[in-house]
C-alpha cells in the first residue's frame, strides 16, 4: 500500500498519477482535515472507474489505517503562498513532519518514507532523524521537480524533444538549487553543443525563480510536483535502479556528513540503493556547499 498524507492539492495529484500509473492496489490518503481524504478518495475513484482501472483508493484520518504501507508520502503541512521563500515555513512545518513522522515509525515501521514538505531538505533530516530510520529509507522529492523544469526550459529553448532531453539539479531545493547544463545533454550531445553560455545561465535562473513565478500566477504549484512524487514512487516500486536527485542523507559523501540535501542518487526497491558523487567544479562545488551551509543554518534552531 502507498499511502499519501497530506490530501491537498499536491497529495491529491500524488495520489492520483499514482493510480493511473497503477503504482499498487491500493493507496491510502490521510489528513486531519475531516472528509478532505474522503471525498478526494471518492472522486478520484469515480475516474479511475471511468477508465477502467482497478487501483482502489481510499481516505482517513486515522494514523493506525497506515499499517502494511510499503511507502509513505509526506506532504502535510502549511503550502507556499506568494512572496514567501521556502525557507520562510521552516518553524511553521518542523513540528508537523516531526509529529507525522513519529506515527509513521508507530504505525508503518518498515515503510520507505519521501518527504515532500517544504523547506524540503530541513523536513527530510527531520524525517531521517525521528524516524531512525537507515538513510537508504528516506529521500526527499525536491529535485526530481527541479529537474522537471530544467528539462522544460531546456525544452522551449532548442526545440528539441523533451523525451530526448537528459538534465540534472543538485544541492538544496530552494534558492541555492544547482541545475548541471555541464552533465545535461539533448539524445547524449552534450548541451553545451545546442546552446551558447549565455544562454546556459539563462536557463539556470529560470529553473531557480519559476516555482515562485507559478505560485504568483495560479497560487501554487501542483501537477509537477504531484507527478515528481509519483515518478520516484515508480522508481521504487518497478525496481528501475533509475539515477534521479533525491534528498538524501550524507555521510561523508561530497566532503559533507550529517546533512540531507540533493544528490544523484540510484533508487530502487531498496530506496537510495547508491549515492552518485558526481566531480563538480569550483563554480559548482561553491554553490553546492552553499546550500548545505543554509541548510545546516535552518536545522540549527530547530529542536528535533
Do not use: C, W
Amino acid at each position: 500500500m502507498i499511502t499519501i498524507i497530506g490530501s491537498g492539492k499536491v497529495g491529491g495529484d500524488a495520489a492520483l498519477f499514482s493510480a493511473l500509473k497503477k503504482l499498487d492496489d491500493q493507496i491510502l490518503l490521510l489528513d486531519v482535515a475531516k472528509g478532505l481524504p474522503q471525498g478526494e478518495a471518492m472522486d478520484i475513484n469515480h475516474m479511475l472507474s471511468e477508465q477502467g482501472i482497478d487501483v482502489e483508493v481510499k481516505g482517513s484520518n486515522d494514523y493506525e489505517d497506515i499499517r502494511g504501507s510499503n511507502i509513505v508520502v509526506v506532504v502535510a503541512g502549511s503550502a507556499r503562498k506568494p512572496g514567501m521563500t521556502r525557507m520562510d515555513l521552516l518553524k511553521i512545518n518542523a513540528s508537523i513532519v516531526k509529529s507525522v513522522t513519529e506515527n509513521i515509525k508507530k504505525y508503518a515501521d518498515d515503510s520507505m518514507i519521501i518527504p515532500v514538505s517544504n523547506p524540503l531538505d530541513p523536513m527530510a533530516y527531520i524525517t531521517q532523524k525521528v524516524s531512525g530510520f537507515d538513510r537508504s529509507r528516506v529521500f526527499g522529492m525536491g529535485g526530481m521537480l527541479d529537474l522537471s523544469r530544467f528539462r522544460q526550459f531546456i525544452h522551449e529553448s532548442t526545440g528539441h524533444s523533451r523525451d530526448s532531453i537528459r538534465g540534472l539539479v543538485i544541492g538544496e531545493h530552494g534558492e541555492n538549487m544547482l541545475p548541471l547544463p555541464r552533465f545535461s545533454s539533448v539524445s547524449g550531445i552534450p548541451l553545451s553543443s545546442f546552446l551558447p553560455k549565455e544562454k546556459l545561465d539563462e536557463i539556470v535562473v529560470n529553473t531557480k525563480q519559476v516555482a515562485a513565478k507559478v505560485i504568483e500566477l495560479k497560487g501554487a504549484t501542483v501537477h509537477a510536483p504531484g507527478n515528481a512524487i509519483s515518478a520516484i514512487i515508480e522508481t521504487v516500486v518497478r525496481d528501475r535502479k533509475q539515477v534521479i536527485p533525491v534528498a538524501t542523507y550524507l555521510d561523508g559523501e561530497y566532503g559533507h556528513s550529517d546533512v540531507t540535501i540533493g544528490v544523484p542518487a540510484v533508487i530502487g526497491k531498496n530506496g537510495v540503493e547508491k549515492i552518485i558523487e558526481l566531480d563538480l567544479n569550483d563554480e559548482e562545488r561553491t554553490m553546492f556547499d552553499k546550500g548545505v551551509a543554509n541548510v545546516k543554518d535552518a536545522l540549527s534552531g530547530i529542536q528535533i
